[in-house]
């Protein structure tokens, strides 16, 4: 069985990995779970968890590569057009020049399919600035709790899934979809809330929620289930049938 997961704000405790992560990993192992990652981190951050983790696939940059262990190896699948491509390289040159290069994210190195801007140390009024000139430039985007990340051509959460699953996982997608879980924090795990019939929401999702179309069938509350104890304390409970 697989079980399905967002990264930041979601496995990691105040932004990082902490000792929660391994006894995570650990629950996961005792339960007979296989983690999928789906994040918005960039490509070389996939192969970093496919490296050090027991992990054999991730879902990065919101859906628009796979990153797979196959053989041994670890190699990775761009999920878009050439010409998808180049438009958002034409795009990143115009934000370059109206808003400086000191605004992309610190995990850009490396990124294929899409591009994206720290929110940190970023204003509300210039994060607006940003996302209606993206909107102009024809751009498609979606908000973590980290970034805002933008492409152009067809990326989401749940495509990466959908792809993921008939050709690399070679499952039932309806079936995945049914019976396993997922969970995330942001309003880009929107697609997967809405692919997944059973998706969580840690505590730290509360904000947003708002702003959800698709919102997870739990959402959780309370300090101690904020990011990676939300996810943990979840998990003991639905494996013993008490949610
Ligand atoms: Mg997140």
Redesign the pocket.
Known sequence: MYLFS?????LTSQGKIDQRFFEFLNLLRAQKLQLVVVS?RSLAWGQFLLTHFPIDYAIMEGGGVLVCRHQGRIGFDLLLEKNDLERLELITEKVIAQFGEEIFSDDSLGRLSDRAIELQALSEEKLEEIKAFLSQCGAHMSQ??IHLNFWVGQVSKALGLRKLIEQYLNLDVEKLRKNSLYF???A??ETAFEFFENSVGVSNIQSVLGQLKFRPKYVLSGQENEEIGGVIEFLKKYSTGAK
Request: net charge negative; hydrophobic share 10%.
């Open positions: 967002d990264f930041d704000g979601t918005g973590s709790n995330g924090d942001s880009n795990d």
